[in-house]
């Protein structure tokens, strides 16, 4: 089996160009997790690296299966300029750990919260995450191996993690959809949820 790791990084390049920044975290007892900025005109791209190193696996089974389970890499896309957003590389960093650490999948639709700012007077907290297929295509493994997703997340208020959580992902989505909320603007107040 080739290095997943390797692949995963060739794919972020062939979708989003050669990345200007990168840093890595490790966190006790995981592995290494980078994070690599991609500046696409006035939109900047954060792309994990290292989350689909291992498959996540479900946190009641008794033993973890090394090869077979879900891989996904996180990416965020946001307007620079407006905010430190930079400063959201330790945040997506503990995303991208979260399945090592707290043994969660990480799937469409599902939230994820850091309990503080996503970077410095940010109004979110918390990410909703998106289905794969769009900005970076899915990466097949060799079998019995899935393929890597690439999750979008969007950033939530906590008044729309709120909302989200009573009338679903879907329902969420459709509001911005409607109000033609700009889901990069990393300064965005809570869409209407009247």
């Known amino acids: 089996m080739a290095d997943v790791l390797a692949l995963v990084e060739a794919r972020l390049l062939t979708g989003l160009g050669e990345p200007d920044a990168r840093a890595a975290v490790t966190f006790l007892g995981t592995d290494r997790v980078e994070v690599l900025r991609f500046t696409d005109g006035d939109v900047v791209r954060y792309a994990t690296l290292g989350m689909s190193a291992q498959p996540m696996a479900d946190p009641t089974a008794a033993l973890a299966d090394p090869v077979k389970g879900p891989r996904a890499e996180l990416l965020l896309s946001v307007r620079g300029g407006l905010a430190d957003t930079d400063k959201v590389l330790r945040p997506l960093a503990v995303l991208a750990a979260s399945p090592q650490v707290e043994g969660l999948i990480v799937a469409p639709g599902a939230s994820l919260d850091v309990g503080e ?50 009338h679903g992902a879907a329902a969420l989505q459709e509001r911005w959809l409607n109000s033609g909320t700009d889901l990069r603007d990393p300064l965005r107040k809570s869409v209407s949820l009247d």
């Not at 019995?144 to 939530?156: A, G, I, K, Q, Y």
């Open 117 to 166: 700012p996503l970077w410095p007077g940010a109004p979110f907290t918390s990410v909703l995450v998106a289905e794969s297929g769009g900005l970076v295509e899915d990466l097949a493994l060799d079998e019995p191996m899935d393929p890597v997703r690439f999750l979008p997340l969007l950033p939530m208020t906590p008044n729309e993690a709120a909302w989200k959580r009573v």
